[in-house]
């Protein structure tokens, strides 16, 4: 088994025991994270239970999360950049969430193009596991740790029917605002606050999802080795597009650990309208 299958087999193994943790992990840490949001105890216990898990795999060789400030060295190999618990407030409302991870050949902070695989979990009314890796998608059922295919090399659909933007509307640029008027007249609103959530709908119906670079906050909200390359690697995969606003997400040059970017993530040809309009 090489370091790729360990690292997803860890992934799919922890599944069961993330979700197992989350009852009795409502409510908030004490601590902020590094980009100064709040911690919920369940970011912090997955974040730990995590680390644990994949530093112990001989051929990963750093180790990093949303929810701490530096890189962990943990050997030679590949670097494995994750979010533990993404949407993680939504399980006041017991809404869904997931796990983010991206597995870069190369030191992190490192470009979206030193990405060999990407992975997330949807913590919905089922577990399932999306993963990219060597150009395709698969999507899995987990059931007891172990990940069984569903749906083998997976492509959004060409008819997108969704879209779901996060930010306060107030706070959209004019821009994207016009953008907004002009694709909501073909697709339907589906927004729930996980990006995880969000962005499997949309590989699910086609379509769009943003947290756009904001009047207020430009860079936008979401992490780019977290958040914002793993998912581009995985729409782009998945025959879709990725975008900061100018370019391929995974074009942006990595310049912090903790740096954010606007995302969007979609069919080519509505990703390819955003960019004309922004
Ligand atoms: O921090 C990440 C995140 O929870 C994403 O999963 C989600 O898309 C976004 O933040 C939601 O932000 P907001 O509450 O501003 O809509």
């Not at 701490?68 to 590949?78: A, K, Q, W, Y």
């Not at 994750?82 to 969430?97: A, E, T, V």
């Not at 995974?250 to 970017?261: A, F, I, S, T």
């Amino acid at each position: 088994m090489d370091t790729l299958d360990k690292i997803i087999e860890a992934v799919a193994a922890a599944a069961p025991d993330i979700r197992g943790g989350l009852a009795g992990r409502r409510r908030k840490a004490d601590e902020e994270n590094p980009s100064g949001e709040t911690q919920m105890a369940a970011d912090v216990w997955a974040d730990e239970y995590l680390e644990a898990e994949l530093t112990a795999i001989d051929g990963v060789g750093e180790f990093a999360s949303e929810e701490r400030e530096g890189v962990i060295d943990c050997g030679e190999g590949l670097s494995v950049a994750i979010d533990p618990l993404d949407g993680s407030s939504n399980i006041k409302s017991n809404n869904s969430m997931g796990t983010i991870v991206g597995v870069y050949d190369a030191p992190l902070p490192a470009s979206g193009r030193d990405l060999v695989s990407s992975a997330y979990i949807l913590f919905g009314p089922i577990t399932t596991m999306m993963v990219a890796r060597e150009g395709t998608v698969t999507e899995y059922v987990i059931e007891d740790g172990d990940p069984r295919p569903v749906n083998k090399d997976l492509t959004l659909p060409d008819d997108p029917v969704v879209y779901g933007f996060g930010g306060r509307v107030p706070d959209w640029t004019d821009d994207f605002a016009e953008y907004v008027r002009e694709i909501e007249t073909n697709l339907k609103l589906r927004y729930g606050g996980a990006m995880i959530g969000d962005v499997n709908q949309v590989l699910t119906y086609g379509g769009v999802f943003a947290y756009p670079g904001l009047e207020s906050r430009p860079e936008g909200k979401l992490r780019l080795q977290f958040e914002g390359n793993p998912m581009a690697y995985i729409l782009e995969s998945a025959g879709g597009r990725s975008s900061d606003g100018e370019r391929s997400l995974l074009d942006v040059e990595p310049e912090g650990l903790h740096q954010r970017v606007p995302v969007h993530l979609g069919n080519e040809e509505l990703i390819d309208r955003l960019e004309s309009m922004l």
